[in-house]
């Protein structure tokens, strides 16, 4: 809310726009995608549908409504309709497929609710619906920033620092997509062991560490953009922590909150061998394994 404020008393009229329309658009999107069902059914997947097709809308707006060159808002509102639909497809085909979201629990959402259970919360479904707000906070300032601040950069032509970030985005896409087929490939061959070839040798999730840099990717070709916003000192450090911030919380969230600590916590339960690969293997960072 800090940070949305401060965008609002920006005085810059394009970015105001482009945060003002997008709060609205977000808070409209999880109010029916994913708190209403989730005060019907006590299930915090649905967030899974209304957080990507949220980054997606920040993506169409870019590209309706940033004042950037109309190529400039291609390529940045693309990478962000991009990551959205891929992701919100995604959860949809393997909802109906599974059941997952519309009939059961993602385990890392019992996770959640057991860790606070075990806390001895006494409002578990409050703080879990704050849970599912806070991501579409996000949606509203810190992740949809970088893009937006793009969107209203009038420089035509791109600067390095952005061909290196649309670079980095690119390049973790290839990760991300190898890591998955990798899995994928081991699972058909043994679905109960430990996923070790290929990238899984040197990181135990290299596919959340890829979508870590995906958004690191986009933080970085922001940066010209950033440098170049026209408003107060006070306000110009404001935007800039909640840009930087992007990076930090993707970290948080795929390492501590729905990521690698949730998904470690079964897989150590369910498959012979993972403690010992977790001893040898890096979390989250790309390593060389240890002997």
């Known amino acids: 809310m800090f940070l949305f404020g401060t ?30 069902p989730f005060l019907k059914t006590r299930r915090v997947s649905y967030v899974d549908i209304a957080w990507p097709f949220g980054v997606a809308l920040i993506g169409l707006q870019i590209i309706l409504f940033g004042d950037a060159e109309l190529w400039r808002k291609l390529i940045i509102g693309g990478i962000y309709l991009f990551i959205g639909l891929r992701m919100g497809v995604g959860a949809v085909v393997f909802a109906k497929k599974t059941g997952v979201i519309f009939k059961t629990e993602f385990p890392r959402y019992q996770y959640r609710r057991m860790l606070l259970e075990q806390k001895g919360s006494n409002q578990v479904e409050l703080h879990l619906l704050a849970e599912i707000w806070a991501q579409g906070a996000a949606n509203i300032t810190a992740l949809a920033l970088p ?13 390095y620092i952005e ?14 997509s190898i890591a998955d087929g990798q899995k ?25 560490f890829a979508e870590w840099l995906v ?17 107060t000192p006070m306000i110009w450090w404001i935007i800039t922590l909640g840009t930087l911030s992007a990076s930090l919380m993707l970290y948080i969230t795929l390492v501590y909150l729905t990521g690698a600590k949730p998904a470690e916590y079964y ?10 690969y977790q001893d040898k293997t890096n979390m989250f960072f790309p390593w060389f394994p240890r002997s």
């Open 7 to 36: 965008i609002l008393c920006s005085g810059h009229e394009g970015l105001i726009n482009l945060v003002t329309i997008n709060a609205l658009l977000q808070l409209g999107l999880f109010t029916f995608i994913a708190c209403i």
């Open 147 to 159: 893009g937006f601040l793009i969107a209203i950069r009038p420089d035509a032509d791109l600067s």
């Open 163 to 176: 061909i290196v970030g649309i670079s980095l985005w690119a390049l973790a896409y290839v990760i991300e």
């Open 184 to 208: 994928l490939y081991f699972s058909t061959k043994n679905a109960k062991g430990v996923c070790n070839i290929g990238l899984w040798k040197y990181s135990r999730h290299p596919n959340y």
């Open 215 to 231: 958004w690191t990717g986009v933080v970085v070709a922001s940066l010209p953009s950033l440098m170049a916003l026209n408003v």
């Open 267 to 276: 897989s150590a339960r369910k498959r012979s061998g993972y403690r010992e």
